[in-house]
């Protein structure tokens, strides 16, 4: 056999053999170039919006009304005679059997009490040893008619020690009683006064209006009688 032309023959197959395996399928399965490799990085995620908090509606407060101030209730109406005795808290008897009412119709003023006054010029002391003072007015539900008013009064205030250092101007349904004196008109302290004033009443009720000038004006007892 001629080898010189064999050797070459078969170096030449062998050489198209290995040409053609360095393109298999299979070298391209298993060998990729950095081009042929493709990198897919996933989006980032995009966060959901976040809601803004939601605030419950705050109530406004309820305006704060201020309560009703109870009114002083009205008079009873007694058809008179009516006796009302100034700073007492229940009826009293006097000591020929009359009843007076406790105090009653006046509007503003206080209450003054000396249990143990000596009271002259009358026979029921217990009548002026209570007292309103400083009142403005005072009035009673009364059917129209013609009375007589008896206006009680004693100085029973220690402070007061002589005439003129309490004087003040009543009216009675019209009739006027100026720079009233309690100490002239009575004669000193702890001495019972009645003044008297016959009057016509129109308007369903007895009015009576006090107005200082001295001091505060003072009162112990009213009585409205029926005048025929």
Known sequence: MNYKRFVPGVVA?????LF???QSPKEQCCTKTPAQVTTVTAAPATPAPVAAPTTAPVAAPAPVVAPTPAATPAPT????????????????TDSEGNVWLPDQGFTDGDTYELSDAQIANTKTPAIYRTERYNMTSFSYPVPN?????????????????GPGMRVFSFNVEGQEFKDFDIWVKAGGSNRAYIET???????GKLDITFTPKEENPKINGIEILPRS
């Open 77 to 92: 109406p007694v058809v008179p005679p009516v006796r009302i005795k100034a700073g007492l808290s229940a009826p009293f």
């Open 20 to 22: 053609a395996g360095c």
């Open 13 to 17: 197959v062998f050489t198209i053999f």
């Open 145 to 161: 008619g013609k009375y007589t008013v008896k206006l009680h009064f004693a100085e029973i205030y220690d402070a007061i020690t």
């Open 197 to 203: 004033v016959d009057v016509e009443v129109t308007d």
